[in-house]
Structures are given as structure tokens and as C-alpha cells.
Nanobody, 125 residues
Framework: VQLQASGGGFVQAGGSLRLSCAASGRTFSRNLMGWFRQAPGKEREFAAAINWSGGNTYYADSVKGRFTISRDNRKNTVDLQMNSLKPEDTAVYYC???????????????????WGQGTLVTVSS
């Protein structure tokens, strides 16, 4: 099972980026998926999550109103659209998935079973 994150890069403050996470090895169409981020010298933190159907989304207060998470179960992908980026959004972004099906959202890294390798987002001021 592999989660492959892509789409990171360098952007000026106020700009936008779209991250994508492609899953392979199994389907995650019944599983909660999320995005976490880890800034230099800090712990990994929750950014956003989406339930199995895409009908419920969850966001950290720091990204609410600026980031949008979405998924395509036919393609086995989950995306994170990031708008109005700020320098404090600079981090390595990781996609993650829970193994158990139909679970509610979780903000804890320990509740996610599968992790991608991360993609770096750098926002300049």
C-alpha cells in the first residue's frame, strides 16, 4: 500500500497550490483520509480530513476558509486546494488514511495507519 503525495513547491504569500495524493495497493473509498503538515522544528499537525463519501470535511482552525479538501473515490485520490497561502503554511505536507472503514474524523496522527512520503510547500513573504 502506498500513498504518493505531489504538488508541493515554492509560492509567494497570497498564492495558491494544489496538493494531490494518489493511493495504490488498495482502495480507500470507504476510509477517512487526511492531510497533516510538519513545519521545521515542530510536531506534525492536523490540517484537513474528509470522510469516506466526501460528504463531511474537517479543518484545523489555522486553515479553515483557505484550504479545501476533496476526494475522487474512482481515482483513489485526495486533493488539498490551498489558497491565500501564508508564510506560516510552510511545511512538509503528508497525506494519510485510516485502515478501518467508515470512521469519523480524527485529528490525531496516531489514528492514521497509512502515510505518504510528504511534499514540501514553501511560502515566501
Amino acid at each position: 500500500v502506498q500513498l504518493q503525495a505531489s504538488g508541493g513547491g515554492f509560492v509567494q504569500a497570497g498564492g495558491s497550490l494544489r496538493l494531490s495524493c494518489a493511493a495504490s495497493g488498495r482502495t480507500f473509498s470507504r476510509n477517512l483520509m487526511g492531510w497533516f503538515r510538519q513545519a521545521p522544528g515542530k510536531e506534525r499537525e492536523f490540517a484537513a480530513a474528509i470522510n469516506w463519501s466526501g460528504g463531511n470535511t474537517y479543518y484545523a482552525d489555522s486553515v479553515k476558509g483557505r484550504f479545501t479538501i476533496s476526494r475522487d473515490n474512482r481515482k483513489n485520490t485526495v486533493d488539498l486546494q490551498m489558497n491565500s497561502l501564508k508564510p506560516e503554511d510552510t511545511a512538509v505536507y503528508y497525506c494519510a488514511a485510516r485502515r478501518a472503514p467508515y470512521t469519523s474524523s480524527s485529528y490525531s496522527t496516531g489514528d492514521y495507519d497509512y502515510w505518504g512520503q510528504g511534499t514540501l510547500v514553501t511560502v515566501s513573504s
